[in-house]
Each structure stands twice: as structure tokens, then as C-alpha cells.
């Protein structure tokens, strides 16, 4: 079958390919409620335990008002460390279960029916989640190697980039190597973004061979698969900054907790469709250049099977 011609969008479009695909994600909210839900539950086991301690600490003295649980979690450390809710084991379950909806959240960005329906979805993402293992493995790998090889970048420096006795060389060599340091990661995220939806959508196994088909995509449409990044992680910044500066806003007005709390699940919620929509957006400009979502076949396959009345 022969290849289909690239169907990839100019400046533009590639810049709002990013928005249109999280709009996408928010309509299907059956699919982004489970997702909202599990992080929210799981984030219940966190703060309940720390709005207890902050309860009993803090919003009985005379000074509190009654706010004291709005402060920070280092404050809670701080007053009650028995009470530090453990950030790495939520953290480690948090990655387990977004490994797991990666699978499902790739159809959602090609039109197959997989990712319409909240059953075809725990499907995918069940089938698919050793190959979003699989992927994050390469990943972790690959940012070991980017940090080593930036550790030894180190050892090439003149010696006052990399010796005391001038403070504005030092302060530019560990700002150089922060910056190249998270250019990396997040090339190497969105990269394995990337290789799932390959993955997934030619129904392979090797996950190395999907990064390297991933990095020749880059390579050929670099523009395009960076705009459309862009455009993606632009939505969750101005989300992000908004829903800060409402929070702001309404502890200098001392408003009560519902609209701190409201505006802070709206943002939780956009950022969950912004992290759905990173891999979704990824099988989208596959089946953009390749031309092959799952549903060509099957839709096809009875149409040559039915042969013309003679």
C-alpha cells in the first residue's frame, strides 16, 4: 500500500494544532474525569493527613483566623515533620498511572473509535502500557547519558568557568548548564512522546527503533513538531499564571477557600488535559505525515472485499 502524502500544517496551523488538541481532550469528559479523578483522589491521601496537622497547629491560635491551612507544605514540615506526607511514593504512583492512561491518551489524538469511548480507553491504555514502559525506560536511559555528557562538557571549560575566584564566569557556567540541561529533558520528553505514538500506532515492539524514527520525524519537520509543542505547553503557562494570579487576588481580598480551591482544580484540571493532550498531540502529527490511523484499514478492507456486479 502506497504511502500517503504528508498532510502536515504550515506555520499557523502547527502553532494552534497545540490549543485544538486539548480542546479535543475536553471533549471527551468522561475520559478526562477519570484521569482528573484518580490524581485527585491519590492527591486526597496527601492533604488530608496535612490539613489535619495544619488544623490543630495553626487554626486554633488567636492569630490565625481560622486560615492557618493555607499555608505551604515546608510549613507543615516545619511545625509537625511526623506529619511530612510522603511526596515520593505519590510521586512513584502518580508516574505508574500516567504511564498507564499514555497508551489511551495516543488514540486520543487519531480518529480511531479507541479514543471516543471511556471503555476503549482503559483498553488502550491497558494494552498499551508495557510499551509506555518501555519508552520511559529509553527516556531515563537516554537523560542519564545527556546529564553525563553535560557533567563532562564541565572538564572542557577554561579554567575560570570551572574554578573559583570568578563568581560572574561560575554563575554563567551553571546558568549555561541549567538551561542546555533542560533543553535536553524536554526534547528527550517530547521525543518520547513521540516514539509511543509510533508505537502504538504501527503496532511494534521496539521502543529504541521508535526513537529513531522519532528523531528523523524532527529532523525532516522540526518546525512544525516544535510550533506545535509550543503552542500545547502555551495554554498550560497562561492557565498556570492565570489561576496564580486569581489565587493571589483573592488571599489580598482574604476571600474564603472555595474560590482558592475552585480556581485550583480549573488549573489542575486544564494541566491534566495539557499532559493528555502532549501524547495525543504526538499521534496527531504521525497520522498527519504518515497518513495511517487504525481505522484506514479496517474502514477499507470490506470495500475491496466487495467485488462490482458484472
Same mark, same amino acid.
Given at each position: 500500500?502506497?504511502?500517503?502524502?504528508?498532510?502536515?500544517?504550515?506555520?499557523?496551523?502547527?502553532?494552534?494544532?497545540? $490549543?485544538?488538541?486539548?480542546?479535543?481532550?475536553?471533549?471527551?469528559?468522561?475520559?478526562?474525569?477519570?484521569?482528573?479523578?484518580?490524581?485527585?483522589?491519590?492527591?486526597?491521601?496527601?492533604?488530608?493527613?496535612? /490539613?489535619?496537622? =495544619?488544623?490543630?497547629? =495553626?487554626?486554633? %491560635?488567636?492569630?490565625?483566623?481560622?486560615?492557618?491551612?493555607?499555608?505551604?507544605?515546608?510549613?507543615?514540615?516545619?511545625?509537625? $515533620?511526623?506529619?511530612?506526607?510522603?511526596?515520593?511514593?505519590?510521586?512513584?504512583?502518580?508516574?505508574?498511572?500516567?504511564?498507564?492512561?499514555?497508551?489511551?491518551?495516543?488514540?486520543?489524538?487519531?480518529?480511531?473509535?479507541?479514543?471516543?469511548?471511556?471503555?476503549?480507553? &482503559?483498553?488502550?491504555?491497558?494494552?498499551?502500557?508495557?510499551?509506555?514502559?518501555?519508552?520511559? &525506560?529509553?527516556? +531515563?536511559?537516554?537523560?542519564?547519558?545527556? %546529564?553525563?555528557?553535560?557533567?563532562?562538557?564541565?572538564? /572542557?571549560?577554561?579554567?575560570?568557568?570551572?574554578?573559583?575566584?570568578?563568581?560572574?564566569? +561560575?554563575?554563567?557556567?551553571?546558568?549555561?548548564?541549567?538551561?542546555?540541561?533542560?533543553?535536553?529533558?524536554?526534547?528527550?520528553?517530547?521525543?518520547?512522546?513521540?516514539? =509511543?505514538?509510533?508505537?502504538? !500506532?504501527?503496532?511494534?515492539?521496539?521502543?529504541?527503533?521508535?526513537?529513531?524514527?522519532?528523531?528523523?520525524?524532527?529532523?525532516?519537520?522540526? =518546525?512544525?513538531?516544535?510550533?506545535?509543542?509550543?503552542? &500545547?505547553?502555551?495554554?498550560?503557562?497562561?492557565?498556570?499564571?492565570?489561576?496564580?494570579? !486569581?489565587?493571589?487576588?483573592?488571599?489580598?481580598?482574604?476571600?474564603?477557600? !472555595?474560590?482558592?480551591?475552585?480556581?485550583?482544580?480549573?488549573?489542575?484540571?486544564?494541566?491534566?488535559?495539557?499532559?493528555?493532550?502532549?501524547?495525543? +498531540?504526538?499521534?496527531?502529527? /504521525?497520522?498527519?505525515?504518515?497518513?495511517?490511523?487504525?481505522?484506514?484499514?479496517?474502514?477499507?478492507?470490506?470495500?475491496?472485499?466487495?467485488?462490482?456486479?458484472?
Amino acid at each position: 500500500m502506497s504511502q500517503q502524502r504528508s498532510r502536515l500544517p504550515g506555520f499557523f496551523g502547527s502553532l494552534v494544532l497545540g $490549543p485544538t488538541t486539548i480542546g479535543r481532550i475536553f471533549r471527551r469528559p468522561s475520559i478526562l474525569a477519570l484521569v482528573y479523578g484518580a490524581f485527585f483522589f491519590l492527591s486526597l491521601f496527601q492533604v488530608f493527613p496535612a /490539613w489535619q496537622v =495544619l488544623h490543630a497547629n =495553626l487554626d486554633v %491560635t488567636p492569630l490565625s483566623g481560622g486560615r492557618g491551612g493555607r499555608l505551604l507544605l515546608e510549613e507543615l514540615v516545619r511545625i509537625h $515533620p511526623d506529619a511530612d506526607p510522603s511526596i515520593v511514593f505519590t510521586g512513584i504512583i502518580s508516574l505508574v498511572l500516567m504511564m498507564f492512561f499514555a497508551g489511551g491518551a495516543v488514540m486520543m489524538g487519531t480518529e480511531d473509535p479507541a479514543g471516543r469511548k471511556i471503555s476503549s480507553f &482503559l483498553c488502550s491504555a491497558g494494552t498499551n502500557f508495557f510499551r509506555s514502559f518501555r519508552t520511559f &525506560l529509553v527516556f +531515563l536511559v537516554l537523560l542519564i547519558f545527556w %546529564t553525563f555528557l553535560l557533567g563532562r562538557v564541565v572538564t /572542557w571549560l577554561p579554567p575560570a568557568f570551572s574554578r573559583g575566584g570568578n563568581e560572574t564566569a +561560575l554563575f554563567r557556567r551553571e546558568l549555561g548548564l541549567s538551561v542546555f540541561w533542560f533543553l535536553g529533558f524536554f526534547l528527550l520528553l517530547y521525543l518520547r512522546r513521540l516514539a =509511543l505514538a509510533r508505537i502504538v !500506532l504501527t503496532d511494534k515492539r521496539s521502543a529504541i527503533l521508535a526513537y529513531f524514527s522519532s528523531i528523523w520525524f524532527l529532523l525532516r519537520h522540526p =518546525l512544525v513538531l516544535l510550533l506545535s509543542c509550543f503552542g &500545547l505547553c502555551l495554554v498550560g503557562t497562561i492557565v498556570l499564571l492565570g489561576g496564580a494570579f !486569581l489565587v493571589q487576588r483573592f488571599e489580598a481580598a482574604e476571600a474564603s477557600a !472555595l474560590p482558592i480551591f475552585v480556581t485550583g482544580q480549573m488549573v489542575f484540571l486544564t494541566l491534566q488535559a495539557s499532559l493528555l493532550g502532549s501524547f495525543a +498531540l504526538a499521534a496527531r502529527l /504521525w497520522e498527519l505525515d504518515r497518513g495511517f490511523p487504525p481505522q484506514e484499514e479496517t474502514s477499507s478492507s470490506p470495500q475491496s472485499s466487495v467485488s462490482p456486479h458484472s
